[in-house]
């Protein structure tokens, strides 16, 4: 137990930090899964997956920042939107996707491989295409939210 002495001094906490080296409890772990899973989301966002604030979010998100396993950008402000400032969304750099294992190339080349024997090679060029309009969809979705200066 400390003395009295040691009551107010940022010691005491210094040291009590230094006792547990993983203190998030495997959070951080679990927001770079989620970014993984299910892209870009906001501090918000995460912490409603989790169960957690968003103020406990956004302090896995700045140590995740420091360590260039995420970068963050503003949402841009959509009409209705209420006041403050806009959102900011975060999203896994290279660096934080290095972290998985890398088995997605081959289970991707298995899927399509059994799509074809299943479906034959329309069910691939049917899928590839149904892809290619989603992605369609979520960039011009981006660039109607970006509005004239995407930039800005």
């Known amino acids: 137990m400390q003395g009295r002495s040691e009551i107010g001094h940022t010691s005491v ?75 900011k969304v975060f999203e896994l750099t290279d660096a934080g996707r290095s972290r998985f294992r890398h088995a997605y190339d081959d289970l991707a080349a298995a899927a399509l491989r059994w799509i074809e024997t299943v ?10 295409a149904q892809r290619v309009a989603a992605l369609e969809d979520r960039c011009e979705t981006a660039m109607a939210e970006a509005g004239a200066d995407p930039i800005a």
């Not at 998030?24 to 899964?33: A, I, K, L, N």
């Not at 479906?119 to 590839?128: D, E, L």
């Open 13 to 87: 906490v210094k040291k009590a930090a230094l006792l547990d080296p993983e203190p998030d409890g495997g959070t951080r772990g679990r927001v770079t899964e989620l970014l993984l899973c299910h892209g870009p989301a906001t501090a918000s966002e995460l912490g409603a997956a989790l169960g957690l604030s968003p103020a406990a979010i956004r302090r896995h998100l700045d140590a995740m920042l420091a360590e260039k396993t995420v970068h963050c950008r503003q949402r841009p402000h959509r009409t209705g939107r209420g006041r403050g400032r806009p959102a």
């Open 119 to 128: 479906g034959g090679p329309g069910a691939v060029a049917s899928f590839a």
